[in-house]
């Protein structure tokens, strides 16, 4: 499985941005429609931690409280896509941003960075 995330870029306090990661390559009978999806992010010098969870069928979400009200994540299956729309976006969101399926996965992205700055 192969993860491109994009969308990334430098954007002032209270920007908006919009982060999709496109997926590929899914095997042995399984499609990206299987899968629950997972927005990451690493700032410098911290660990990769989890921002947000979408279900395979993208009737559930789940952030963490630090996004929640902030950031928004869907899926279309049709597209083997999942998206991020990030809004009032802080300085402290400043990051690499990385989807996967689970942070066991050992195949990452190149992920998109998102710098919130003036």
């Known amino acids: 499985v192969q993860f491109v995330e994009s969308g990334g870029g430098l954007v002032q306090p209270g920007g908006s941005l919009r982060l999709s990661c496109a997926a590929s390559?899914?095997?042995?009978?399984?499609?990206?429609?299987?899968?629950?999806m997972r927005w990451y992010r690493q700032a410098p010098g911290k660990e990769r931690g989890l921002v947000a969870t979408i279900n395979s069928a993208g009737s559930y979400t789940n952030y963490a409280d630090s996004v929640k009200g902030r950031f928004t994540i869907s899926r279309d299956n049709s597209q083997n896509t999942v998206y991020l729309q990030m809004n009032s976006l802080k300085p402290e969101d400043t990051a690499v941003y990385y989807c996967?399926?689970?942070?066991?996965?050992?195949?990452w992205g190149q992920g998109t960075q998102v710098t919130v700055s003036s």
């Open positions: 996967n399926t689970n942070a066991n996965n050992p195949v």
């Open positions: 390559g899914f095997t042995s009978g399984f499609t990206f429609s299987s899968y629950a």
